[in-house]
């Protein structure tokens, strides 16, 4: 199996020529065999590169003591010459492969680095983003929290109302039951619910005294005496009646301002815990949105880092490449050097006449 390239070096052709320093025949030789030996892949024309570094010291060892080659031996020159130089092609080739790649990689590492970028700043405006959404949630129960004392102190406020409002009111019914006693003016019964009454009131003694006597004479038997007290004792109850009825109608209207604030701080309260919802919400979304920027920028950290190492073995090859055209170079000069024939021996200079006097 032959190998490919191109032969851009011809050492032999005078093209390109490097001088290197002197190097003995048997380091040229052994440069050469190791050079030959390994080859673009240890696999490929192993038997045909084996024989020409078996036979390559014969080959030369004539030169040296300044015989020609024969037709054979000149052939097998011929053959590690031109496999070097297929070497030397190939080599040139995976470089100039290894070249554009380490371009598609040094482009490939500034997209992905373009792209960490936008990633990072996508990080941080999410980043950003929750922050305001968290602010929001926490304001959000601190004035819920301050909302819920407000609720509790208006729900205690309009109880507290509505129970005037329910004593009052049994007070207003109980001083109205009086009244009715008093319009009835007979019974026992009758008689003690007045007196019980103008006693709490504190009414004056001889008035409270004089209640029962009055209440058991029949209406048409009364004396004025028994009339008077009666008179007296309706005023006092009709005082007492209007005053409990002016209070009802005023706490009446105190209630309906308490319940109405009430409703008021409830409605704010609910409405504030359905923005606090809202606001939650929006901070899940945010942390959600944030995770997946994340997830995103260690991507293409990622990419980077790949593409870096990408970089890197290209680089490596590019190098190695280099490395081995340069053994390749010093192996063909190497060879022509011990094909070359040494130089005939300088001619023995001889003593000239010396003029007479």
Request: include cysteine; aromatic fraction near 2%.
């Amino acid at each position: 199996k032959r190998l490919h390239a191109c032969s851009s070096v011809r050492i032999a052709s005078g093209r390109g020529r490097v001088e290197l320093p002197n190097m003995a025949p048997s380091g040229d030789l052994k440069l050469v065999i190791s050079v030959l030996g390994e080859g673009v892949d240890p696999s490929a024309a192993a038997d045909h590169r084996r024989m020409l570094c078996d036979a390559l010291p014969h080959v030369v060892a004539p030169v040296a003591l300044g015989e020609a080659l024969h037709p054979y031996q000149s052939q097998l020159v011929n053959c590690a010459r031109k496999a070097l130089e297929e070497t030397r092609l190939a080599v040139e080739g995976a470089r100039r492969e290894a070249a554009d790649a380490t371009r598609t990689c040094t482009e490939a590492i500034q997209n992905a680095e373009a792209a960490e970028g936008e990633a990072a700043a996508e990080v941080e405006a999410r980043e950003g983003a929750l922050a305001a959404r968290t602010l929001e949630r926490d304001e959000l129960r601190t004035a819920i929290a301050k909302e819920e004392e407000v609720n509790a102190r208006v729900k205690r406020d309009t109880q507290d109302a509505l129970d005037l409002k329910a004593q009052l009111e049994e007070a207003a019914a109980e001083v109205r039951d009086v009244a009715a006693a008093v319009d009835a003016a007979s019974g026992e019964e009758a008689a003690g619910k007045v007196v019980a009454f103008l006693e709490q009131r504190r009414a004056e003694k001889p008035l409270v005294a004089a209640v029962p006597a009055a209440f058991a004479v029949p209406a048409d038997a009364r004396s004025d005496f028994d009339r008077m007290v009666l008179q007296e004792v309706a005023k006092v109850v009709e005082a007492v009646r209007v005053e409990a009825d002016a209070e009802v109608a005023k706490n009446e209207q105190d209630a309906a301002c308490a319940d109405a604030e009430r409703l008021g701080a409830w409605a704010i309260l609910d409405v504030a815990r359905d923005k606090l919802l809202n606001a939650e919400e929006a901070v899940s979304e945010a942390e959600m949105a944030l995770k997946a920027a994340q997830e995103s920028l260690k991507s293409c950290k990622s990419k980077v880092d790949e593409s870096k190492l990408a970089l890197s073995a290209k680089l490596s090859e590019d190098i190695l490449a280099e490395q081995r055209i340069s053994q390749l170079d010093s192996a063909l000069e190497a060879l022509e050097r011990l094909v070359t024939p040494p130089p005939p021996p300088p001619a023995e200079a001889q003593d000239e006449p010396m003029p007479g006097p």
